[in-house]
Nanobody, 118 residues
């Protein structure tokens, strides 16, 4: 059974940092693009950052200069380093991956809460 499990969320003060991880497990052939999304209360889920298998990255304007997405293809793990956090970054963060299991399918993690507050 394929699973994406996020970790690393929590409560942090404004200006602080967090590092999110997303571990992919299960019987898969390979992982294509991966990404981090977030959903704040009352808002739609939005893309934060994405990364191709080769390492090309894309960031939302709100994340540029503060967040860094990376991946370890040998461990099937995705990361999001978040610095200079702001209260408006408060949301549930979800990882997303396109997994090759015969054909490509998109999978989501269960989400991890990030709260930025003093």
């Amino acid at each position: 059974q394929v699973q994406l499990v996020e970790s690393g969320g929590g409560l942090v003060q404004p200006g602080g940092s967090l590092r999110l991880s997303c571990a992919v497990s299960g019987s898969i052939n390979s992982i294509n693009a991966m990404g981090w999304y977030r959903q704040a209360p009352g808002k739609q889920r939005e893309l934060v950052a994405s990364i191709t298998r080769g390492g090309s990255t894309n960031y939302a304007d709100s994340a540029k200069g503060r967040f860094t997405i990376s991946r370890d293809n040998t461990k099937n793990t995705l990361f999001l380093q978040m610095n200079s956090l702001k209260p408006e970054d408060t949301a549930v963060y979800y990882c997303n991956a396109d997994l090759l299991i015969g054909a490509f399918y998109t999978f989501w993690g269960q989400g991890t809460q990030v709260t930025v507050s003093s």
